[in-house]
């Protein structure tokens, strides 16, 4: 499957504006067949977003269970005798999807895309009711897991992980046409030869009979350096730009079917020419160690939560930049394919990770309510959730292989990994991640709970990702403890011989919040609290990252730890910077012109 384009062959519309919404507490618009005709009693609901925070109705905020979205689409006049399909970027956490009366997908997952194939039930120039139900429950089998508890006041949603539940379509949906014969998939592995460039790739078609795949490899000016003919094949660019941190450089392979001299189909896939390598404890991209600054983020912002933005994704790239920092991770899901397409371009490096979060009972105990479940048994994370982990892995790959800037694969944000059941649980999972690409580096992200010696996960990652919280959760106000306690739990890390990447560590922050002698919750505890950090890490060789926790406050259910939600950010949840972010922004820049290529750190 790929992702719908307008091509010479191709065309999409979208069908993001105003859906009918309605909500099903019952639980009967399935049986009642609300797919069949307008939707009774239904209100307007903006769609690319999460729908929670756009009404005033805490009954709609904290709502569980199956939501119902629907609206008319004409299909165009002009697509006769041609594929036609709707595709969803995603939706929070499954959907069933019917046309007219036809149901056409159901998919699993809330954040990597779908298509329903459409092909025989529509006709051109008709007008057709596409109805979507969209569920947001979590339970033990989904990513991210959770559990529906019973209470007093009725059914309760308890999960572990630390941002709000957001649920709806966040994510355009296209309705599109291909050729009846077409490109199905595409994919690309580049190496680097000297000053050549090698660009591997393996196409697939589907519904052509005698029709034959051509590759044509164009510059970022459009001037062909290379073609080829054949499904699979190989092309080599001398004195090839390649893409690298800070230089988002493209070349353009254009996937053609073609028939004698016709072009049945065309499709154009980005490519980035670059190597990614791990060797010893080091980083490499095009062969250069490599050292990652920047951030863990969120899909987070005020009404549209989870809901991708074009000017959010611009201004927030904006801010990493002015800041300095080179890369991010897309904890802790997979984030909209234009926030990818835009690292791409930008040269941001990013750590892509699947929606495996909360796989951790120990966690939190009281604070996120784990407390009275075992994490991984039959009753709770069992071989059912270990497939549906094993799909989200697959899809997450499937859809994002090609990206440069992708240079990681993140499995999982802390799990438990210092059991028996962890260790049986996760080293499937990342033989999975490794069948579906042998070219990246796989790692999950290892929470404290779990330190140096006691984890059982990490023997099976290529890099060491650690969340750690030395000085806030633990050493609460106590840097000069923390910095001891931390340094030695680092230095034990560093004698594993991986790279080491910092994926989190960060201080609750109120903007405004000031204290001469630097009091947790203050901005000058926060600058302490990362100062404290950063002088752990550049004691440590084995250190080639630092990624703060977070880039922005972000909104979290409530808690008697959180203050109108997660205050961790450098910046506000409206991106106005706290002064930790000009502290980040000092030691990140600090003799560079501000261009995140240019590593200020660690070169070796
Ligand atoms: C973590 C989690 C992250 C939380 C963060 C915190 O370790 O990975 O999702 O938001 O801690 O602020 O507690």
Known sequence: MLRPQDTSTRERKSLDGLWSFRLDPEGVGRQRRWFASPLEDAREMAVPASFNDVTTDRAVRDYVGDIWYQRTVRIPRGWGGQRVALYFESATHRATVWVGETEVVSHEGGYTPFEADLTGHVEPGQEVLVTVVVNNALTFQSIPPGVTEESPTGPKQIYWHDFFNYAGLHRTVWLHSTPPAHVDDVTVVTDVDGSTGVVRYAAQQVGGTGTKVRVVLRDAVGAEVGRADGAEGELRVADVHLWAPG???LHDLEVQLVDGADVVDSYHQSVGVRTVEVRGTGFLINGKPFYFKGFGMHEDHAVIGKAHNDAHLVNDFELLRWIGANSFRTSHYPYSEDVLDYADRQGIVVIDETAAVGLNMGLGGGIFGGQGYTTFSPETINDKTQEVHAQA???????????PSVVIWSIANEPESDTEGA??????????????DPTRPVGFVNVMLAP???CRVSQFAD???????????VNTGDLEGAELAWEEELTGWAGDGKPIIITEYGADTY???????????????QTAYLDMNHRV???????????????ADFATKSGVMRVGGNKKGAFTRDRQPKAAAHALRRRWTA???????TDSRKDS
Not at 394 to 403: I, S, Y
Not at 511 to 525: L, M
Not at 537 to 544: I, K, L
């Open 452 to 454: 140096h010696g006691a």
């Open 591 to 597: 003799g560079t012109d501000t261009n995140p290529s």
């Open 537 to 551: 890490f550049d004691r440590v060789d084995a250190v080639v990252g630092e990624q703060v926790w977070n880039f």
């Open 463 to 473: 890099v060491l990702m650690l969340n750690r919280y030395y000085g806030w959760y």
């Open 423 to 436: 260790e049986k649980y996760f080293q499937p999972l990342f033989e999975v991640a490794r069948l579906a």
């Open 393 to 403: 892995i697959r899809e997450l790959v499937a859809r994002d292989k090609n990206h």
């Open 511 to 525: 903007p405004g919040q000031h204290s001469v002698i630097e009091e947790p919750w203050s901005e000058e505890y």
């Open 247 to 249: 230089d988002g450089y």
